[in-house]
């Protein structure tokens, strides 16, 4: 969802809740193919989907490992939702960079996240790792809850030696849900198609990290 700011911080979450998920997270092999994304501005990250509204077919066969980290995340994922009384969770991600990756610049664009706030949560990061919007910087610090503006042009960046990863929800108003087409509504509620993996989001030339660091409240 557009916003007239690049983010802003909504709140934070005690590190006794975020701890255990952090175990869980450094536990993960986020080099395995397992883990991959398909999107073509996103593909040098790593991705486990929740089982919300959207998703694709294939991303929701979870091996116990990963079953164990997103049942973990539900406490956090509780602590959001504080904030979104009367939201719906239609899209959720753990999403990770790896060190020495970075996102393309890219726009969000499909329908849902026209309307959905775009909620983010570092679990880990280092101070290597960059949020970039157009040529700004930013430093996203971990147990803080973020709302991202991702209809502007947007991307990341892992320069550090750990690994990046977030919670990353989509919310959505219940009442525009509820006054959706009913058969809109269906094919929300289904898997998303390959063409919705593959072509999401409109893709620029990457950033690669330059520009001018920024702070923003």
């Known amino acids: 969802m557009w916003i007239p700011c690049d983010y802003k911080q909504l709140g934070t979450i005690d590190k006794s ?4 998920v952090r175990e869980l997270i450094n536990s993960i092999n986020w080099s395995s193919n397992d883990y991959n994304r398909y999107e073509l501005p996103l593909k040098s990250g790593k991705l486990i989907v929740f089982p919300y509204l959207i998703y694709h077919a294939n991303q ?3 091996s116990d490992p990963q079953r164990r980290l997103l ?8 602590e959001v939702m504080k904030l979104f009384q009367g939201y719906i969770k ?4 753990i999403a990770t960079l790896l060190p020495n990756t970075s996102l393309e610049s890219h726009f969000d664009n499909q329908w849902f996240h026209q309307h959905c706030r775009r909620i983010h ?7 290597q790792c960059q949020q970039i919007f157009e040529d700004r910087i ?3 610090e971990e147990n803080k809850i973020y709302e991202i503006n991702n209809r502007n042009l947007h991307s990341a960046s892992n320069f550090g030696t750990t690994d990046r990863t977030h919670l990353i929800l989509d919310l959505l108003d219940e009442t525009i849900y509820n006054s959706i087409d009913r058969n809109k509504k269906k094919l929300i509620e289904k898997s998303v198609p390959e063409t919705y ?6 893709v620029y030339k990457p950033i690669h990290g330059l520009g001018k660091k920024n702070s923003q409240s």
């Open 121 to 127: 949560v570092p679990i880990t990061t280092n101070n």
């Open 138 to 140: 930013y430093h996203l």
């Open 71 to 78: 049942e973990a995340f539900d406490p956090v994922v509780d």
């Open 17 to 20: 809740i975020t701890d255990p």
């Open 197 to 202: 993996q593959k072509n999401e989001r409109k």
């Open 60 to 62: 929701v066969s979870y």
């Open 90 to 93: 239609v899209r959720g991600e």
